[in-house]
């Protein structure tokens, strides 16, 4: 009964940004947030939800806290139970164009753009060129319902993306690293050379 009651609570804790947003008069307020920042090959995948207020999805949290079996599963409420959300990215082009950070913010600001809502909850210290009103939220997804729901969309999207890359490019592994800067993957750079899914900023001193 405690570890319901204790569930409950922390659930509840996560409405409570959300909250403060709906007392001043929002009507549709949105979280959003990114995946793949650090990888050295592939896109940059963005999410941004409208869940119900108050909502409770027993198990919602940061993507990163949840193991992939529950982010699958938690990926099919999310979006049976949202109001709206979308899901978008920034190409590996566009992250060479103008940098991870700014094509991060692209992503999240396409997602946005998508959504019938009136104010973002934006996971992270910084962003820019929203849409709509907005607020930034250090460790937003585990702070915030919309945000954590945005996170494992984001995140479920990006692996199933990385795993149609591992089927085209078998010998980078990314099925297993999912693009990031592993032994094995660095060690396949320089046996393979880089392929159209790598970024070629991130990978220099590599190959």
């Known amino acids: 009964m405690k570890n319901k009651i204790d569930e409950h609570e922390r659930l509840l804790s996560m409405w409570q940004e959300e909250e403060k947003l709906y007392s001043e008069g929002y009507s549709a307020v949105c979280g959003a947030d990114e995946a793949g920042r650090g990888p050295l090959a592939g896109d940059v995948f963005a999410a ?18 949840l193991t992939e079996k529950r982010r699958e599963e938690l990926f099919d409420v999310i979006r049976e ?10 190409s590996v082009a566009e992250i060479d164009a103008l940098n991870i950070r700014n094509a991060a913010f692209l992503a999240m600001k396409r997602a946005i753009e998508q959504l019938e809502t009136d104010f973002a909850i934006i ?12 607020m930034t939220l250090v460790k937003g997804d585990s702070k915030s319902a ?62």
């Open 48 to 65: 941004a939800v409208v869940l119900p207020r108050g909502i409770e999805i027993p198990g919602l949290n940061d993507s990163k806290k």
């Open 81 to 90: 139970k949202a109001l709206c959300c979308a899901i978008t990215r920034a």
């Open 123 to 134: 996971d992270g210290n910084a962003f820019n060129d929203c849409p709509v009103p907005f």
């Open 146 to 207: 919309s945000v954590a729901a945005a996170s494992i969309l984001a995140k479920v999207s990006r692996d199933r993306y990385m795993l149609e890359l591992d089927e085209k490019y078998p010998q980078y592994g990314f099925a297993k690293h999912k693009g990031y800067g592993t032994k094995l993957h660095i060690e396949a750079l320089k046996e393979y050379g880089a392929c159209e899914a790598h970024r070629p900023l991130f990978i220099k001193k590599f190959i």
